[in-house]
Nanobody
Framework: QVQLVESGGGLVQAGGSLRLSCAAS????????MGWFRQAPGKEREFVAV????????YYADSVKGRFTISRDNAKNTVYLQMNSLKPEDTAVYLC?????????????????WGQGTQVTVSS
């Protein structure tokens, strides 16, 4: 069983930055691709970014490319999402997810474990 706990969300003005963290339990962290998703009120959950187990491969949604950076520290069992140049449309609950033994996917169904999420609110 893997538990994921997100932190770092909050209220920020447009153009500002936030850094989200996702701490994972368990010994299989380095074997799991880790993804970030987000869900705004009344909208479907959407893919944001993913990083491979080694950290060598990353992939981003077009809507965040160039503004967000995903990274991981396998020694700390933690994955991060650095969010810069935030826009009001980035407002959502951000969730991290683990794709056990996966190489990285944008599809929700490929993920085995999910965190509870952290709220990010961007004011205009």
């Amino acid at each position: 069983q893997v538990q994921l706990v997100e932190s770092g969300g909050g209220l920020v003005q447009a153009g500002g930055s936030l850094r989200l963290s996702c701490a994972a339990s368990g010994r299989t962290f380095s074997s799991s691709a880790m993804g970030w998703f987000r869900q705004a009120p009344g909208k479907e959950r959407e893919f944001v970014a993913v990083i491979s187990g080694s950290g060598g491969t990353t992939y981003y949604a077009d809507s965040v490319k160039g503004r967000f950076t995903i990274s991981r520290d396998n020694a700390k069992n933690t994955v991060y999402l650095q969010m810069n140049s935030l826009k009001p449309e980035d407002t959502a609950v951000y969730l991290c997810a683990a794709d056990h033994y996966g190489s990285g996917s944008y599809r929700e169904k490929d993920y085995d474990y999910w965190g509870q999420g952290t709220q990010v609110t961007v004011s205009s």
